[in-house]
């Protein structure tokens, strides 16, 4: 088997390329490392050596936004608060900077969607960050916070309270 060795410019070409049929439910996500949104799933990566990709170290959440009202945000996010205290993940992240972090990124995605829709699933995820293939989590850089925004398949009919973002 021949691997090519592939030089910065053939991996840039990456974004170039059209949208694979899978990635039109991608609808945008933040990222802490970059420090904002896109709306380019060719984009959605969180780096190989995050200790919660190659050790499963980190916490996540999963909700949706509904008539652009995101479901129990708070009880989510004081879950994804509490889990991350419970494996000693470190942060500096507070229940009210990744509520208004998250509505924001609500607001942002959803309008920078053709058509302009109202529902969405979001996943948020709090890693304990890059550092090393090691299995010490005091050789990562620091924590990391991602949300993804995609279709809203999949998720169930309840009503509970939600909260407006538009």
Known sequence: MKIEMLASEKIKSFLDRPLQKYESQYWGFYSSIWGGVSL???LLMIPLDDHMV???DGVFEALKVTERRIFLLQPHLERLLKSAEMISLKHNWTKSGLSELVKETVRMVLAGREGNPADASVR???TRGSGSFGTSPLDSSGSQFF???SSKSGL???RRPMIPVA
Do not use: E, S, T, V
């Open 156 to 158: 169930g009919k309840r």
């Open 124 to 126: 948020l995820f709090l």
């Open 40 to 42: 380019d799933p060719r």
């Open 54 to 56: 190659h050790r499963g």
């Open 147 to 149: 949300a993804a925004f």
